[in-house]
């Protein structure tokens, strides 16, 4: 099993920064791929950012040049640095890990954490 721990969440005035980091502990093989995803009230589930093991990046195009995903691998952590944030950012943001467990690959998901963007 993997144990994803969020942290990072709050209020935060519009133009402000917020950091969100997520931690991966267990019986891991292999991590391969991470990311951040943010669910708003009345919304689907959706893909802000994500790292590959190579490093590689994508970002959802509303965050584009605000948002930066990276990650540690020595420590399996994830972090996302927000910035400029806007009241549109707000939402649940939750850590999505796909790692390799014995000879089981799936996806993990972190318990969410809630980012609030408001004068």
């Known amino acids: 099993q993997v144990q994803l721990v969020e942290s990072g969440g709050g209020l935060v005035r519009p133009g402000g920064s917020l950091t969100l980091s997520c931690a991966a502990s267990?019986?891991?093989?292999?991590?391969?791929?991470m990311g951040w995803y943010r669910q708003a009230p009345g919304n689907e589930r959706e893909l802000v950012a994500g790292?590959?093991?190579?490093?590689?990046?994508k970002y959802d195009g509303s965050v584009t040049g605000r948002f930066t995903i990276s990650r540690d691998n020595a420590k399996n952590t994830v972090t996302l640095q927000m910035n400029s944030l806007r009241p549109e950012d707000t939402a649940v943001y939750y850590c999505?890990?796909?790692?390799?467990?014995?000879?089981?690959?799936?996806?993990?998901w972190g318990q969410g954490t809630q980012v609030t963007v408001s004068s």
């Open positions: 999505n890990v796909d790692a390799l467990v014995g000879v089981l690959r799936r996806d993990y």
């Open positions: 267990g019986n891991i093989f292999k991590i391969y791929g």
């Open positions: 790292v590959g093991s190579d490093d590689t990046t």
